[in-house]
């Protein structure tokens, strides 16, 4: 199963808004809505931002939000702050030959 | 509070096996998945496979196939996951996280990470 396709950077800065994107096909992001997101920290676990497209978890600021348009998904986060600046990964349900999950390669958010 | 304690850090030669434990606390662990993750050093995340705790359905990460066996513990609320054949490219930081009982859907709770260095 192939990686899904994310930039490999954004930036921005802070009070703006950017929005990472995720590309994968119809076997994955476009033939399902599981997709969800991770932020992960240096040296930290990876956390749940996203899941099943737009619903965030509890805890999680509404300044992060989930959208699907066919094979691509984007998660934006606005009114960017320096505590966001953290790696992104976009991650994706697929069931072409068996049921599993595959992850995009990643995006490091600098918030300048 | 939802909480995976995972094993230590492990440093294994190549072609041995290693086993990694993952202790669940804070919810009824035969009612969600888990989920194995992988990151090579500077790498991304490589999702391994998926595990019922419910009843021990298992899917695998193709590339893993033959070298992979997840199991659970319901006694103890601990999921395993052992890796065989170790080859140098193994070297990461392996965690489980939980997720949908269903299927691999997401991944809500993650452990702390387990560092696994495979090294002549």
């Known amino acids: 199963q192939s990686a899904l396709t994310q930039p490999a950077s954004v930036s921005g800065s802070p009070g703006q808004s950017i929005t990472i994107s995720c590309t994968g096909t119809s076997s994955d992001v476009g033939g399902y809505n599981y997709v969800s997101w991770y932020q992960q920290h240096p040296g930290k676990a990876p956390k749940l931002m996203i899941y099943?497209?737009?619903n965030r978890p509890s805890g999680v600021s509404n300044r992060f939000s989930g959208s699907k348009s066919g094979n691509t998904a984007s998660l934006t986060i606005s009114g960017l702050q320096a505590e966001d600046e953290a790696d992104y990964y976009c991650?994706?349900?697929?069931?072409?030959?068996?049921?599993?999950?595959?992850f995009g390669g990643g995006t490091k958010l600098t918030v300048l | 509070q939802v909480q995976l304690v995972q094993s230590g850090a492990e440093v294994k030669k190549p072609g041995a096996s290693v086993k990694v434990s993952c202790k669940a606390s804070g919810y009824t662990f035969t009612s969600y998945g888990i989920s194995w993750v992988r990151q090579a050093p500077g790498q991304g995340l490589e999702w391994m496979g998926w595990i019922s705790a419910y009843n021990g359905n298992t899917n695998y990460a193709q590339k893993l196939q033959g070298r992979v066996t997840m199991t659970t513990d319901t006694s103890t609320s601990t999921a395993y996951m052992e890796l065989r054949s170790l080859r140098s490219d193994d070297t990461a930081v392996y965690y489980c996280?939980?997720?949908?009982?269903?299927?691999?859907?997401?991944?809500?709770?993650w452990g702390q990470g387990t560092l696994v260095t495979v090294s002549s």
């Open positions: 099943d497209v737009s």
């Open positions: 996280a939980s997720g949908p009982l269903v299927a691999p859907y997401y991944f809500d709770y």
């Open positions: 991650s994706s349900y697929t069931s072409s030959s068996t049921p599993m999950g595959v």
